[in-house]
């Protein structure tokens, strides 16, 4: 009987340990049941996978950032080249975090370990030079958008289009109209969602300026209800205790119920991220809002290569809904935006159709399974043959 596939998965943060982690459980459906180590979370843990560094503790955003984490992010880097070279696997898959994760692919280069690299770096959105160190490392890429398929496609590059994990896993776990009862919206009620970012750091950042934000929207209407619901990878406590010192009429709904409180929501304030795209599938309008430390943003203004930074827009190929970012991003802003989006009936109508756009460009779905049929394709080819068509299936 021959030996089970060994796998390296460096994913890290909380948004790639849950994608890698249905890839690998597509991967086990399908009866391919490989030994699997590397950089994840609970996720990736639960499917089996040998944690040799824990994701949480590289969930670190903004240059200046990294830069206080850095002898950090060095020894988990030399501890997952060190099992590169002693274990030597099958395949190394990296999953989003570019910087990082492109290190990791020169080490398995130089050990002729193949490389599927699944949910792309943005070299579409900033430092498009990338492309051509991805086109060095990386054998195949697995993308979740079809203009990013084209882009590699043109450099030559091995890739397909999977599609987006999101467009499988959005849906409520109760029906609106339980939703409002259980969280007493009664009947003509507005309800406005909060969703501040998963990462303590961004919502150390954006929190208080959400909370300032209810505050000037409750001048305009006092019946008015905020929901922020905790995301998973944030402490309850930790974050109940943040809304109190920001003294906001804000209610902290815990569970990992985001899906539950958006679907019931007249309009969302949402932190730059994936979860614009999750709130655009349940096609509820929304303002963007982001900020950074300031000398990160003064780097990364000369680096962005796109005039949007949210991933409704950026899907859409144009402005769908208002980016509200660093300076601009004020409380007085943040509640004009939301005003329009709840009293404009012409406005809110263009934004509804920019979304359904969005929603018909992230694919049918199946993105895990298609995944996981791409790691079987490269696990039963030659080992450093990194043989493919481009933009194949």
Excluded at 254 to 267: K, N, P, T
Aim: charged share 20%; proline share 6%.
């Amino acid at each position: 009987m021959a030996d089970p596939p060994r796998l390296l998965i460096s994913a890290g943060e909380s948004s790639g340990d849950h994608h890698a982690a249905r890839v690998l459980h597509a991967l086990q459906a399908r009866g391919v049941n490989p030994h699997v180590a590397g950089m994840g979370g609970p996720r990736l843990a639960a499917a089996g996978m040998e944690i040799l560094v824990d994701c949480r503790e590289m969930a670190i955003v903004g240059l200046v950032e990294v830069l206080r984490h850095w002898r950090r992010i060095q020894h988990n880097l030399a501890l997952l080249r060190e099992h590169l070279r002693n274990e030597r696997p099958d395949l190394l898959i990296l999953v989003d975090y570019p910087d990082f994760n492109l290190k990791l692919a020169e080490t398995a280069r130089e050990l002729d370990i193949p490389v599927l690299y699944y949910i792309s770096p943005q070299v579409w959105a900033w430092r498009p030079r990338r492309i051509h160190r991805i086109g060095r490392l990386v054998d195949r890429m697995a993308v979740l958008f079809p203009f990013e398929e084209a882009l590699y496609a043109r450099e030559g590059i091995p890739v397909r289009h999977v599609g987006h994990p999101l467009v499988d896993e959005i849906g409520a776990s109760v029906s609106a109209e339980a939703a409002r009862t259980e969280f007493g919206v009664v009947e003509g009620q507005t309800v406005v969602g909060l969703l501040p970012g998963s990462r303590n750091g961004e919502v150390q950042r954006l929190l208080p300026l959400l909370a300032e934000s209810a505050r000037v929207l409750r001048q305009s209407d006092p019946e008015i209800r905020f929901l922020l619901p905790v995301a998973e990878t944030l402490d309850p406590a930790a974050l109940r205790a943040t809304v109190e010192a920001c003294n906001a009429p804000i209610e902290v709904i815990e569970g990992g119920r985001v899906h539950d409180v958006v679907q019931i929501c007249d309009s969302v304030i949402a932190a730059s991220g994936t979860v614009t795209l999750e709130v655009a599938l349940l096609r509820v309008p929304m303002t963007v809002v982001y900020r950074v430390h300031w000398l990160t943003y003064l780097i990364l203004r000369q680096l962005v290569t796109i005039e949007h930074i949210s991933l409704v827009n950026i899907v859409a190929q144009g402005p769908v809904v208002k980016e509200l970012i660093q300076g601009a991003a004020h409380p007085q802003a943040v509640a004009n935006e939301t005003l329009r989006l709840l009293h404009d009936p012409t406005y809110r109508a263009r934004v509804m159709t920019g979304l359904d756009t969005v929603r018909a460009a992230l694919g049918e779905g199946d993105a895990p399974d298609r995944t996981a049929a791409l790691i079987e394709e490269m696990l039963e080819e030659a080992p450093s043959s990194g043989a493919g068509e481009v933009g194949a299936g």
